[in-house]
């Protein structure tokens, strides 16, 4: 067995005190019942393609809506692909199964919600809400359908408004005279001086909030439903107007009007759900929902949904944060590309994945908010993992590691020692079939 520097031994001694095995699902149990007692749980991922960090999150999240009365799913994806999932779990979409219901999620990576996890999750909440009499739904927060969004907008009002449809034609139509790739917007308005769109994505959100008790006057509770659904995506325009013109202004900038967008998502879903008091459940990437200012992000000028949250709800938010050592995830090379099976390298020097290896314990979780000696340690400043939908391996420190203080970061968290890669939809049969190769990184 390879010999543990002494201040990694004593430290994984003392983390090992403290964790809490996991090696079947009740083992979540006592941290159901305390993460139960928050309005908002936020369940982070280290990677966007590892099976364990879905899986888990899905059972913590079945937990919590069949035991523990949360009715709300938030997720980091966009508004109206998610949408036709939540017609789907609470009976009015005719898709025949959660496969067929997912089929919107097209745009690059598809395998974040195309996966075979989503498709268990989104089967078995649709059967759970015709059992049950107060629903649960399922949402998106992210800001990346800017056109799927207009159309939306527009065919809702085509149904709903003929002549309102009109204006909002009128008024989208200032995008036709860019790119249909919205980054391509951005670059025009900012860098070659194009009169931007601001002012007709403001101007239609505003007309549509100026109707609203008119649409919902109709047909009760689903009218209401379907109002909701367009606002948000006349909402979402607008915001997504204003971040593919930050794009060019700088990193901070744009994330921070994404994690905005994101927390101003989940307001309105408060607001809308059972007037503010529902109990809601977020997925999301750690670096999303992990407390930004436990980070360097804070040190650049960013924040996050994770920040806000918490900022708003103060000990009525619970943030679970997820990491591995080693093991395997699906992520592509560059934007667009294919997905593949990733082999992950072991986890850096002087990172909280190191220390948690030397504990020698395959699967735990720890209680952050515990006045230990385990939770003394880890608020000393170690290196943090974050997978994306990239991994760039030759590049590890530079391109997927960030300096954090974990328990200012998270309530909890939950480490596998081993993961594997997520399997998506469209290549789930490849990979039971072991005929996926896996990208191993130059020197493993």
């Not at 991922?45 to 009365?69: I, P, Q």
């Not at 996966?115 to 089967?123: C, D, I, K, L």
């Not at 149904?159 to 790119?179: I, L, Q």
């Amino acid at each position: 067995m390879k010999t543990i520097p002494g201040s990694i031994e004593q430290g994984a001694a003392i983390v090992r005190s403290a964790a809490r095995h996991i090696s079947n699902p009740n083992d979540y149990d006592s941290l159901v019942d305390i993460a139960a007692s928050a309005q908002c749980v936020l369940i982070g991922e280290a990677s966007h393609g590892t099976h364990e960090f879905y899986a888990t999150r899905a059972d913590l999240t079945r937990s919590l809506v069949a035991e523990k009365g949360f009715r709300a799913i938030a997720l980091e994806a966009d508004w109206p692909d998610t949408f036709r999932v939540h017609r789907f779990v609470t009976g009015r979409e005719q898709a025949k199964n959660a496969e067929e219901a997912l089929r919107d999620f097209r745009r690059f990576p598809a395998w974040m919600w195309r996966n075979t996890v989503m498709v268990e999750f989104v089967a078995w909440l649709r059967e759970w809400n015709a059992r049950n009499q107060n629903a649960a739904g399922i949402y998106g927060m992210d800001l990346y359908s800017m056109h799927r969004s207009i159309e939306s907008v527009l065919e809702y009002l085509d149904k709903n408004d003929p002549s309102a449809a009109r204006r909002a034609r009128d008024r989208y139509a200032c995008f036709e005279h860019f790119s249909v790739e919205p980054q391509l917007y951005g670059q025009a308005t900012v860098i070659r001086g194009k009169e931007p769109c601001e002012d007709e994505v403001t101007e239609q959100l505003v007309e549509m909030r100026r109707k609203y008790r008119e649409f919902i006057s109709r047909d009760g509770h689903i009218a209401e439903e379907e109002f909701f659904s367009a606002e948000q995506n006349a909402r979402l325009v607008m915001n997504a107007e204003r971040y593919y013109r930050a794009m060019f202004h700088g990193r901070d900038e744009s994330w921070n009007l994404r994690d905005s967008h994101m927390f101003e998502t989940l307001n309105e879903l408060f607001a809308h759900l059972d007037s503010g008091s529902a109990k809601i459940v977020v997925w999301a990437h750690n670096s999303h929902l992990g407390d930004a200012r436990a980070t360097e992000m804070s040190a650049r000028g960013e924040l996050n949904v994770g920040q806000l949250v918490r900022e708003r709800f103060g000990r009525r938010a619970y943030a679970i944060g997820f990491s591995t050592y080693s093991g395997t995830v699906t992520a592509a090379s560059d934007w667009g590309g294919p997905a593949e099976r990733k082999r992950v390298r072991a986890g850096l020097r002087g990172s909280y994945e190191e220390l948690f290896h030397a504990t020698g314990i395959p699967a735990f979780w720890l209680s952050l908010g515990e006045q230990n000696e385990s939770t003394t340690l880890l608020m000393n400043e170690r290196l943090q993992r974050a997978i994306g939908v990239i991994y760039r391996p030759e590049t590890e420190r530079f391109s997927h590691y960030f300096e954090s203080r974990l328990p200012e970061q998270f309530d909890a968290i939950i480490h596998f020692d081993q993961t594997r890669a997520l399997e998506p939809l469209e290549r789930a049969s490849e990979w039971e079939r072991g005929e996926l190769p896996e990208t191993y990184p130059s020197g493993v």
